[in-house]
């Protein structure tokens, strides 16, 4: 099965949810645009050569290009009992917003030079649509949803230059 595994993790309820685990590399690709804004507020007067600030914003994110590796769609299909290459599974992942938690530095070198670094942190939270379809005639085996927490830590660095 390609390094890749489903457990079956039954809850309280009775219902089944599953548990999805694939070897590195071997899951899902997508390309992510992000689009944000932020308000900051810097420590410091104007002519500092440092300084430090905080930041809150927004970001839209959305996904396109979702492509599942083989193994993690043989792992699906053995979920049903076929064999692997006998189901394809598509995913389709939800745009949304989300808040954007913003702090770093800016330091001034001189009159036109200087350098900011910041880190941000987006708690994104997606739901995940699969579809999975027999390779044979495309006819439905299943369709899912997951909801799918992120939350990355984006490290920013930038060389400035002020005219």
Known sequence: MDGASVDRNPDDGGDERFAISAAQGDGVQAVV???????????????????????????????????????????????????????TTSAKLDGKFAPVVNVGAAYQFDKNWGVSFSV????????????????????????????????????YLAVTYRF
């Open 33 to 87: 645009v992000r689009i944000a804004g932020f308000a900051r507020n810097y420590f410091g007067g104007g002519e500092s050569a440092f300084r430090p600030y905080v930041g809150l914003g927004a970001t839209y994110v959305w996904y396109s290009d979702v492509e599942l590796s083989s193994g993690l769609q043989n792992t699906l299909g053995a979920r049903f009992g076929l064999p692997p290459g006998a189901t």
């Open 120 to 155: 941000s942190y987006i708690p994104l939270k997606t739901t995940a649509k699969l579809t999975t379809t027999t390779t044979a005639t495309g006819a439905p085996v299943s369709t899912s949803e997951a909801s799918l927490k992120v939350n990355p830590i984006v490290p």
